[in-house]
């Protein structure tokens, strides 16, 4: 059975800094692209940070210079540093990941469960 494990949320004040961690577990031949996404109350779920497997990242206007999306492959985890946090980024995160379990096969995507971020004023 495949997990997506998010750890990392929590309150922090603005100006502060948080780091989500995104553990995918089970029998996993290759991570392909992980991503970063986060939904506010009452908002559609927006992509924050993606990086694929060879690297190569992208951010959303509203993170860019304040958030570093990175990955362990050798651990398939995937991890957003997150610094000058500002109110407006208070949501829920979710991790996102393209799998592969074996070489020839297809891709299948998955959904973690959501770390809570709170950004207080």
């Known amino acids: 059975q495949v997990q997506l494990v998010e750890s990392g949320g929590g309150l922090v004040q603005a100006g502060g800094s948080l780091r989500l961690s995104c553990a995918a577990s089970?029998?996993?031949?290759?991570?392909?692209?992980m991503a970063w996404y986060r939904q506010a109350p009452g908002k559609e779920r927006e992509a924050v940070a993606t990086?694929?497997?060879?690297?190569?990242?992208n951010y959303a206007d509203s993170v860019k210079g304040r958030f570093t999306i990175s990955r362990d492959n050798a651990k398939n985890t995937v991890y957003l540093q997150m610094n000058s946090l500002k109110p407006e980024d208070t949501s829920i995160y979710y991790c996102?990941?393209?799998?592969?379990?074996?070489?020839?096969?297809?891709?299948?995507?998955?959904w973690g469960q959501g770390t809570q971020v709170t950004v207080s004023s």
């Open positions: 990086i694929t497997s060879d690297g190569s990242t």
């Open positions: 089970g029998r996993i031949f290759a991570a392909i692209t």
């Open positions: 996102n990941a393209d799998l592969k379990f074996v070489a020839w096969g297809r891709v299948n995507n998955y």
